[in-house]
């Protein structure tokens, strides 16, 4: 059975940084993309950042350009997110997803991955 499990999420202030992480199991995913998007109170999931096989390729929502940071080990099928420069826009949960599928433009929708962890929360206070 596939399982993601988020981790590192919390409450911070306004400009300071978390590190968030997502641990997967019941397969090897080295092959897979790995991604994350957040969800706020009254809104729909949205894309944060996504990372190929390797990570040699990036995506990165425009709200969190330059703030956030994607990055995985593969050999403990791991995937985490550096997030700094907080802001209260950002609170939300946070979830870590897997795509099976190519690395594209699949991996801005929530519809483009097959596995899901249960979310994170992350409130930033201003």
């Known amino acids: 059975q596939v399982q993601l499990v988020e981790s590192g999420g919390g409450l911070v202030q306004a400009g300071g940084s978390l590190r968030l992480s997502c641990a997967a199991s019941?397969?090897?995913?080295?092959?897979?993309?790995m991604g994350w998007f957040r969800q706020a109170p009254g809104k729909e999931r949205e894309f944060v950042a996504a990372?190929?096989?390797?990570?040699?390729?990036?995506y990165f929502a425009d709200s969190v350009k330059g703030r956030f940071t994607i990055s995985r080990d593969n050999a403990k099928n791991t995937v985490s997110l550096q997030m700094n420069s907080l802001k209260p826009e950002d609170t939300a949960v946070y979830y870590c997803?897997?795509?099976?599928?190519?690395?594209?433009?699949?991996?801005?929708?929530?519809?483009?991955?097959?596995?899901w962890g249960q979310g994170t929360q992350v409130t930033v206070s201003s």
């Open positions: 997803a897997v795509r099976s599928g190519g690395f594209g433009a699949d991996n801005y929708r929530p519809g483009g991955y097959d596995y």
């Open positions: 019941g397969r090897t995913f080295s092959s897979y993309s």
């Open positions: 990372c190929s096989w390797r990570c040699a390729t990036i």
